[in-house]
Every structure is written in structure tokens, then in C-alpha cells.
């Protein structure tokens, strides 16, 4: 950590929200992704398009924009922030659903925060959409990727991330 205080808290230790308004607005990205692990049966029955709840994807894509929207009403120190845009990707294989949530802004914050809310309520729907298939599906391995911009410069995961 290149600050040994974490900004969230103040001189007394009290939760506080950041205060930004010093801050240079600059073009902030930034990507997360996680996985959900199934049976391939599941998957199956997914690229059949015959799960219970219809278009598992689309329903799941639709969440995650939606959840990006609203990061800063479900975290709490998480300044609301004008997203310029979301892509959220799917990667369907033998037993697992990748998702890939990337998150743009120009502001005084990044967008880590928004990327990996997307990225967990895409996940979630996955699992709310094919529960009916399979209730054993596992939630994991959610991270940022990347982000770009800001004071703190530009960060890429190593070579270890999904």
C-alpha cells in the first residue's frame, strides 16, 4: 500500500466519504471479473436455450449495467459517479461462466468500486437464472483486472488472473 492511512477513515478512525472536490477530472476505466462454476449440464441446457427463466445473458448483461448505475447506493462511503459507459462480457465453457465487466468515466474517482459490482450482480443473476438447474453453482475468483487513470496511475493484474 503506498499510504499507511486508509483514506476511508479519518484522524479519529471514523468512517468518512473521501473528499474529492481537489481533484483533477481525468478518463477512468476499469475492469473486473469473476467466475461462476457449473455442472456442464447446465451449460448445456444454456446454449440450448432451454433454462426456465429465458435469456440467462441477457437478463445477467442488463443486471450488471443496472448494478454499475447504482454502486454508490449500495456501498456506502462510494461517491455517485456520471458512467460514460459499460460493456459486459460472457465467456461460456465446459463448466464455468466468465464474466467481464468494464466501466468508463471521466470524474475525480475511478470505477473499480462500479466494475466489481457489475461484475457480482452478473454473477448473482447467473446464479438466480440457472438455480432451478443446478443450486450447487460456486461464486468466485472476482477481482479487478485493471483500471486506468487517475493520481494513482494505471494498474494491471499479473499474469494469474483468469
Known amino acids: 500500500m503506498s499510504n499507511d492511512r486508509l483514506s476511508h477513515l479519518d484522524d479519529a478512525g471514523a468512517a468518512h466519504m473521501v473528499d474529492i472536490s481537489g481533484k483533477t477530472q481525468t478518463d477512468r476505466e476499469a475492469v473486473a471479473v469473476g467466475t461462476i462454476t457449473t455442472d456442464p449440464q447446465t451449460i448445456a441446457i444454456l446454449r440450448a436455450g432451454k433454462t426456465p ?4 445473458i441477457a ?4 443486471a450488471a449495467i443496472q448494478a454499475v448505475k447504482k454502486t454508490s447506493e449500495l456501498i456506502p462511503l462510494c461517491h455517485p459517479l ?3 459507459g459499460v460493456t459486459c ?16 468515466t471521466t470524474g475525480q474517482t475511478g ?3 462500479e466494475a466489481l459490482t457489475g461484475c457480482c450482480v ?7 437464472m440457472l ?3 443446478d443450486k450447487s453453482m460456486v461464486i468466485g475468483q472476482v477481482m479487478v483486472l485493471e483500471k486506468k487513470g487517475g493520481k494513482s496511475g494505471d494498474y ?3 499474469k494469474d488472473a483468469p
Not at 462480457?89 to 468508463?104: G, L, M, T
Not at 452478473?122 to 446464479?127: D, E, G, M, S
Open 53 to 56: 427463466k429465458g435469456d440467462v
Open 59 to 62: 437478463t445477467a448483461r442488463i
Open 82 to 84: 456520471p458512467v460514460t
Open 89 to 104: 462480457d460472457f465467456a461460456v465453457k465446459e463448466s464455468e461462466i466468465d464474466v467481464r465487466v468494464k466501466v468508463k
Open 111 to 113: 470505477v473499480e468500486m
Open 122 to 128: 452478473a454473477l448473482l443473476t447467473l446464479y438466480d
Open 131 to 133: 438455480k432451478a438447474v
Open 156 to 158: 494491471e493484474r499479473g
